[in-house]
């Protein structure tokens, strides 16, 4: 069985300009997470969606971050503009839903965005 | 802001000795989960506790939750170089929150 898919696994853009990246979940998988993960530090979750529907977005910087998930399947996340401080690992992750017991997460490999 | 606080922050040992790993969390949860990453393989999952569990293994892996101290612990018996990674707990409450996690390195 395919794991979650994240693409790109490395991104260096310069300041103010924006990236993109995107993730396939594990197939059946409602449940789809974005996570940013600084260096020495655990993941922050940024968004959660719920098939199609973002259900947790409390922790995402709304003025330059946006995302999507069309058809509650692949997602986008994208910055717009990027800043120095954006530099971190970018992680997605699936479960099969939020319900007690049955949401243990599975990850992909990460985008390691750098901003220069 | 994080819920979740992993004690003590890095951890050395020799093969073959235990290790134990601490979290505590503020507010009340569904359910806790730790995960493991290293460079190799990423995040991965290892154990999933529910608030209404005090004790679950699987493998050489031991949690314990005290729902009243608002407390878990991670004990991995018996640890090879493998298990060399960083160790987080995750709360699931209104939403999921990962502790800063443990450094584990294990000597040979």
């Known amino acids: 069985e395919a794991g979650v898919v994240q693409s790109p696994r490395y991104k260096i853009i310069e300041k103010k300009q924006p990236v993109a990246f995107w993730c396939n979940p594990i197939s059946g998988h409602n449940t789809l997470y974005w996570y940013r993960q600084n260096l020495g530090q655990g993941p922050e979750l940024l968004i959660r969606?719920?098939?199609?529907?973002?259900?947790?977005d409390s922790q995402l910087p709304k003025d330059r971050f946006s995302a999507e998930r069309l058809k509650g399947v692949d997602s986008t996340l994208k910055i717009q503009p990027a800043e120095l401080g954006d530099s971190a690992v970018y992680l997605c992750?699936?479960?099969?839903?939020?319900?007690?017991?049955?949401?243990?997460?599975?990850f992909g490999p990460g985008t390691r965005l750098t901003v220069l | 802001s994080q819920q979740g606080e992993e004690d003590p922050q890095a951890l050395s040992i020799q093969e073959g000795e235990n290790a134990t790993m601490n979290c505590s969390y503020k507010t009340s949860i569904n359910n806790l989960q730790w995960y493991r990453q290293n460079s190799g393989r990423g995040l991965v999952h290892l154990i999933l506790?529910?608030?209404?569990?005090r004790e679950k293994h699987s493998g050489r892996l031991r949690v314990t939750l005290d729902t009243s101290k608002k407390s878990s612990s991670l004990l991995i018996t018996a640890s090879r170089a493998a298990d060399t990674a960083s160790y987080f707990c995750a709360t699931y409450g209104q939403n999921f929150v990962f502790g800063p996690g443990t450094r584990l390195s294990v000597l040979p």
């Open positions: 506790i529910r608030s209404n569990e």
């Open positions: 992750a699936s479960s099969l839903g939020v319900l007690v017991g049955y949401n243990e997460q599975f």
């Open positions: 969606y719920e098939n199609e529907e973002a259900v947790d």
